[in-house]
């Protein structure tokens, strides 16, 4: 059965187990509340259930506790930063800073970061930069083991390879594109194999490259048939959303988010290793800079009236606009808690263990 537990009472229970693996307590108190931010957001998938994965990766030594960016390069308007493999939720915000305080100076700024743990909900970190009227684009790769299929591919060859752009609106709630370039995120496997659900069609293919709706098959090793080749643990794959289109998408992300940026792409054997290590570029602009502000504020406000002013198809509410299924689900679990399905939790009491902590 699954369990609803007040947002106060799941924070101090992961603030726990966080500072049991070796994090401090500011650390602890600030991945927890990004974890249960992406749950109040709607994305289970980065949400809480990401905390066994965390403290086999501190276990395994794949992930560094209190860890902080290094400074590789700083001219203003370009930055070159280390994670250092520590938390993403932790060095990504410390770069988002940095980059942030260049931009308002020089108007804009690119900042590439390498090395870092799983940066969790990348729509964060456009979060706080549309928050300070800045627009954001994010381009970033996956450095694990490799559960997206390219376009013509029968196994896993990269990782879900996140692209997000965040744009203010004057005098309205911001633009927040977020997506996976798989149809979905591997997080949402594990969340749908947990609950005994399947996906969609045309979502998955089994270890065999035959099409699946069993999320196990990227979740759950799956058993070589008789006289296969020995390697290592053999998994199926996701599909890459929009075809061709997806999939050019992602090879874009491995090589602005992974190549460029120094922190390395997946050309390597499937790893069993726990840890996820994402590099990831950033490009960030300040529109009172551009010399284009007023005709932005003006022609961007327009353009949304002009979407959201026709008619509404059957089956919809509303026309919505990128970040406001999000903003619509946090109003609503806040005030009721978040749900967590018996195997994870069972998966997080059991993390708690492995550091000393009883939940």
Same mark, same amino acid.
Request: glycine share 14%.
């Given at each position: ?44 998938? +980065?949400? @809480?259930?990401? $905390?066994? %994965?965390? !403290?086999? #990766?501190?276990?395994? *030594? ?75 684009? +994010?381009? @970033?790769?996956? $450095?694990? %083991?490799? !559960?997206? #299929?390219?376009?013509? *591919? ?206």
């Amino acid at each position: 059965m699954d369990k609803t537990i007040p947002v106060e009472r799941l924070q101090r229970q992961v603030v726990a187990v966080l500072r049991a693996a070796g994090s401090s307590g500011p650390e602890a108190d600030k991945v927890a509340a990004n974890l249960i931010l992406a749950n109040l957001s709607g994305h289970d998938s +980065h949400g @809480v259930g990401m $905390l066994p %994965r965390y !403290v086999d #990766a501190v276990l395994e *030594g794949g992930l560094k506790p209190d860890a902080g960016v290094r400074v590789q390069l700083d001219i203003g308007s370009m930055l070159t930063l280390d994670g250092q493999r520590g938390y993403g939720q932790v060095v990504g915000e410390q770069a988002m800073h940095m980059g942030m305080e260049r931009a308002r100076q020089h108007g804009s700024c690119i900042m590439a970061l390498g090395n870092a743990h799983h940066l969790g909900r990348i729509g964060h970190f456009a979060e706080m930069a549309v928050a300070q009227n800045l627009v954001s684009l +994010h381009f @970033v790769n996956v $450095l694990s %083991r490799p !559960v997206v #299929a390219p376009w013509g *591919g029968a196994d896993g060859r990269f990782g879900t390879n996140p692209c997000c752009i965040g744009i203010p609106l004057a005098g309205r709630t911001p633009f927040i594109l977020d997506f996976a370039t798989s149809r979905v995120a591997q997080g949402k496997m594990r969340v749908a194999h947990n609950k005994g659900l399947r996906v969609e069609p045309g979502t998955l293919i089994d270890a065999q490259g035959h099409p699946s709706t069993d999320p196990g098959v990227v979740v759950v090793a799956q058993t070589r048939p008789p006289g296969a080749a020995a390697g290592g643990a053999l998994f199926g794959a996701l599909m890459t959303f929009g075809e061709h289109k997806g999939y050019g998408m992602a090879v874009a992300c491995e090589l602005l988010g992974g190549a460029l940026t120094g922190s390395g792409t997946w050309h390597q054997p499937t790893s069993e290793a726990r840890a996820v290590v994402n590099g990831m570029l950033t490009i960030l602009i300040d529109p009172a800079k551009l010399g284009t502000q007023t005709t932005f504020e003006q022609e961007a406000s327009a353009f949304i009236d002009w979407l959201q002013s026709g008619p509404v198809a059957p089956g919809f509410d509303a026309v919505r606009i990128a970040g406001d299924p999000e903003r619509a689900m946090r109003a609503q679990r806040s005030a009721g808690g978040i749900e967590v399905d018996q195997q994870t939790w069972q998966e997080i009491v059991d993390a708690g263990l492995k550091v000393g902590v009883t939940l």
